[in-house]
T-cell receptor
Framework: GAVVSQHPSRVICKSGTSVKIECRSL??????MFWYRQFPKQSLMLMAT?????????EQGVEKDKFLINHASLTLSTLTVTSAHPEDSSFYIC?????????????FGPGTRLTVL | GEDVEQSLFLSVREGDSSVINCTYT??????LYWYKQEPGAGLQLLTY?????DMKQDQRLTVLLNKKDKHLSLRIADTQTGDSAIYFC??????????FGQGTELSVKP
């Protein structure tokens, strides 16, 4: 149980294009999902907290117009990197929290490797 | 503010025990977690411990929590080459966020 998927797993795009990444909880409902960014050999940096049916909460320094988050259902959150540039190249990981689990455990997706040329 | 610290590297021989240490600063943390990350993959939850517990064992994994010293450790018994990965400890912060350590890279030599 507690499986989270991400799609795509890997994407290469040209500078200036927008890229959408999907995060799905496959066998549980998630009122809250989180989006992280990870640079090589570094820890995870929380970008935003996504709540179903409401606006995402962004961490300080994260541009909300650059990284659009939509959490339209209890099993799906999307992150859109708008007008991507090479500095946006990174490993993006989502996590989801089971609404019935009171341990606040976050279950992570496999990550999406974004490369902007 | 909240901060979590781990040593960056640990090298052990196959069959030995590994002990990965972590210190945290927020004494009000209710849950602490251990995650494993293999190259190019997401994070896999290994185990978690509630703050009113001192120890939790799950097969080869033993978690020890010293609340007074704000110290958390993960012991892996009979370490195998497949255990080579980066291990992150994390504490639950307000609003359910997780604060992660820098990760400890475990290298298991045959």
């Amino acid at each position: 149980g507690a499986v989270v998927s991400q799609h795509p797993s890997r994407v290469i795009c040209k500078s200036g294009t927008s890229v959408k990444i999907e995060c799905r909880s496959l066998d549980f409902q998630a009122t809250t999902m989180f989006w992280y960014r990870q640079f090589p050999k570094q820890s995870l940096m929380l970008m935003a907290t996504s709540n179903e049916g409401s606006k995402a909460t962004y961490e300080q320094g994260v541009e909300k117009d650059k990284f659009l988050i939509n959490h339209a259902s209890l099993t799906l959150s999307t992150l859109t990197v708008t007008s991507a540039h090479p500095e946006d190249s990174s490993f993006y990981i989502c996590s989801a929290r089971d609404r019935t689990d009171n341990t606040d455990t976050q279950y992570f997706g496999p990550g999406t490797r974004l490369t902007v040329l | 503010g909240e901060d979590v610290e781990q040593s960056l590297f640990l090298s052990v021989r196959e069959g030995d025990s590994s002990v990965i240490n972590c210190t945290y600063t927020d004494s009000s943390s209710t849950y602490l977690y251990w995650y494993k990350q293999e190259p190019g993959a997401g994070l896999q939850l290994l185990t978690y411990i509630f703050s009113n517990m001192d120890m939790k064992q799950d097969q080869r994994l033993t978690v020890l929590l010293n609340k007074k010293d704000k110290h958390l450790s993960l012991r892996i018994a009979d370490t195998q080459t497949g255990d080579s990965a980066i291990y992150f400890c994390a504490e639950r912060a307000p609003w359910g966020k997780l604060i992660f350590g820098q990760g400890t890279e475990l290298s298991v030599k045959p």
